[in-house]
């Protein structure tokens, strides 16, 4: 099997439900399992020329790596790199992609951690070393394309998006924006750990980059640390899979086992919490204890419109308000269902109050609910004992 792997040429043409099921499997062959197992080694048998051999070395490549690998390219809709976690991906893409010197445009409220990465000084600092620019503006509105007009021609050398936001749950028009960044010359990045590429497809609407943590909704079970790029150009792809191997940040042959494991289930889980998370921001919305609910799906919400031409579903993600932390702290300690805990996309539900953090701009009551796949009914039920 080549490094590239076993990707039939009509997984494109499949349904989601078929993708995520049959993708990144290698071929029929008797006597041998539907997915092998990991491959735990670090050298590999590779006499003679090393370009001839598939597999040479542990930190340039893996087999059970390329089956995960082909599996997102076949969600994706185009090559797919593996790292260990979600800001690995990111770290990767900002640091090949945005020259020294370079402009990054950002969303003001996107990902914490990108954002501190991107734009703050530390200790040892590779961004700020760079001397990387770097302009925020804000998902909702306009902000983002007058951001790009202003910088004008060159202006900007990558356009990082987040859609929908973590944790406000914002909306951009990724295709309009990104056919005016390539007017100007810049090149798009769209955080999809939200909607995962099963509810939205951000290279099919012009981005020349999709980032997702895997730790969230495509694994879905609260137990790997994962991240992937999927790019449109295999030149970009090259710079990105060079970084990976000179700099080591590769990851284990478990995990990567692990998590095309859980993706068969990414369609059947997603979509039960999609309808559920509808149901709970419904709940919700109409609770005279709760305010500024937003989910993309309810027709009300800001991000509705936009939502609702490039998103196949509103994923599982509600963000709600209380009147205050211990408003929250009271929610929490009467909830039997509701795990207090960071991350989303589990099966479990799960909420916290993102305000303990700091870096995001919310109030103190803000809570952001990711909803599992308890029975809905369990779950509203145990919701209203909660708030009441």
């Not at 790009?148 to 951009?172: H, I, K, Q, R, Y």
């Not at 994962?226 to 990851?251: C, D, K, N, Y």
């Not at 936009?306 to 196949?312: L, P, W, Y």
Request: proline letters at 7%; one cysteine or more.
């Amino acid at each position: 099997m080549s490094e590239q792997g076993a990707v039939s040429a009509n997984d494109r043409a499949w349904q989601g439900a078929t993708q995520v099921v049959r993708a990144g499997l290698p071929p029929k062959a008797a006597g041998t399992p539907y997915l092998p197992g990991p491959v735990f080694a670090a050298p590999y048998h590779a006499p003679g020329d090393p370009t001839q051999s598939p597999y040479t070395y542990g930190r340039f490549h893996n087999p059970s790596w390329t089956h995960y690998e082909a599996a997102l390219a076949a969600l994706e809709g185009g090559p797919c790199l593996l790292f260990p976690s979600g800001m690995a991906a990111t770290a990767a893409l900002l640091a090949t992609m945005v020259p020294p010197g370079g402009t990054l445009l950002m969303p003001q409220e996107c990902y914490y951690t990108t954002r501190v990465i991107a734009s703050q000084p530390f200790d040892g600092a590779w961004f700020a070393s760079q001397g990387i620019r770097v302009i925020m503006a804000p998902t909702a509105g306009d902000g983002l394309r007058r951001a790009l007009d202003e910088a004008g021609p060159g202006g900007v050398s990558l356009l990082w998006l987040e859609s929908p936001t973590n944790p406000g749950l914002d909306v951009c028009d990724i295709a309009a924006l990104a056919a005016r960044a390539h007017a100007l010359g810049a090149l798009v990045a769209v955080d999809n750990t939200t909607a995962t590429p099963l509810l939205q497809q951000p290279l099919a609407l012009g981005a020349d980059f999709c980032v997702v943590s895997d730790t969230k909704a495509m694994t879905g079970h609260a137990d790997l640390v994962l991240g992937h790029v999927a790019a449109r150009h295999p030149q970009h792809v090259e710079s990105l899979r060079l970084w990976r191997t000179r700099m080591g940040v590769i990851p284990g042959p478990m995990e990567a086992w692990l998590a095309h494991r859980s993706l068969g289930t990414l369609h059947v889980r997603l979509m039960q919490q999609c309808r559920s998370a509808m149901q709970v921001a419904q709940f919700l919305a109409a609770h005279d204890r709760v305010r500024g609910v937003r989910y993309p799906g309810l027709p009300h919400d800001p991000s509705y419109a936009i939502a609702a031409t490039q998103m196949a579903a509103f994923g599982g993600v509600v963000s709600f308000e209380l009147e205050s932390a211990d408003a929250v702290a009271r929610f929490f300690a009467q909830s039997q269902l509701v795990y207090e805990a960071t991350s989303f996309g589990g099966l479990h539900t799960s909420a916290e109050r993102r305000a303990r953090w700091g870096g995001d701009v919310v109030s103190e009551g803000f809570v952001r609910m990711s909803v599992g796949l308890e029975d809905v009914q369990d779950l509203l039920a145990d919701l209203s004992a909660a708030l009441s």
